[in-house]
């Protein structure tokens, strides 16, 4: 019973965190959808153990944590698969921002350096 009830919490505050984090606009919706939906699929879960055995059975595994436990690390490997293909894109983004960047520094340092030899001044 105090498993059910700390998971339930857990479940809850999940849910808390998460919503207060989009309020205060820290985590953006694409992101957060996901996180919302394992908190509202953890809390029926906890709340009613044996829903989650009968799923297991149903799909042959032996028990409910099991498939828990299979389902998280699933669940991981996808984040950080997602995760990792964020940082490629925003690296690539970075280092197309950061030659633009440089190429309109060195436009402009040549057009004050032209401004200056028609001005008179050889530096």
């Given amino acids: 019973m105090k498993l ?26 694409k992101y957060a959808i996901l996180w919302l939906a394992v908190s509202v699929l953890i809390i029926p879960l906890s709340l009613f153990p044996r829903l ?3 799923v297991a059975g149903l799909l042959g595994v032996a ?6 436990l299979f389902l998280g690390i699933v669940f991981l490997l996808l984040v950080c698969v997602h995760l990792s293909w964020e940082v490629s894109r925003l690296e690539e ?18 057009t004050v350096h032209d401004t200056d030899i028609r001005a008179g001044d050889p530096t």
């Fill in 4 to 29: 059910t009830l700390v998971t339930a919490l857990t479940g809850l505050v999940v849910l808390l965190v998460i919503i207060e984090l989009l309020r205060r606009r820290q985590l953006r919706e």
């Fill in 93 to 110: 983004e970075t280092r197309t921002i950061a030659e633009e960047l440089a190429l309109l520094r060195t436009e402009m340092s040549q």
């Fill in 63 to 68: 028990s409910g944590v099991s498939l828990v």
């Fill in 52 to 54: 989650l055995d009968s």
